[in-house]
């Protein structure tokens, strides 16, 4: 129906900056919300960004000021800028999406597979 893949995900100094990337693809009519998310070891999945279709976005304290989303509407394309990164921020990334489909009344929630970010010295 609807698929997200990741990329832009490795390993990087404490300090680094990484980009991570989402495109969206299938059967598209609309996308609405589209974010991140990420899950460390033994730690539930946390919001990281989310922005909406009319640009609004919103960060949590941790990341505030680090990190930076942004979407591209016409490559149905969400990106995450990350910079100043930390130890604490190494986890699994995941793209989400609220994607209206040309199939379906309702919205999907969609999930990517996720890509690893590391931070280390």
């Known amino acids: 129906q609807v698929q997200l893949v990741e990329s832009g995900g490795g390993l990087v100094q404490p300090g680094g900056s990484l980009r991570l990337s989402c495109a969206a693809s299938?059967?598209?009519?609309?996308?609405?919300?589209m974010g991140w998310y990420r899950q460390a070891p033994g730690k539930e999945r946390e919001l990281v960004a989310d922005?909406?279709?009319?640009?609004?976005?919103i960060y949590p304290d941790s990341v505030k000021g680090r990190f930076t989303i942004s979407r591209d509407n016409a490559k149905n394309t969400v990106y995450l800028q990350m910079n100043s990164l930390k130890p604490e921020d190494t986890a699994v990334y995941y793209c989400?999406?609220?994607?209206?489909?040309?199939?379906?009344?309702?919205?999907?929630?969609?999930w990517g597979q996720g890509t690893q970010v590391t931070v280390s010295s």
């Open positions: 989400n999406a609220l994607i209206a489909t040309t199939t379906m009344y309702r919205s999907l929630n969609s």
């Open positions: 299938g059967s598209i009519l609309r996308i609405n919300t």
């Open positions: 922005i909406t279709n009319t640009g609004s976005t």
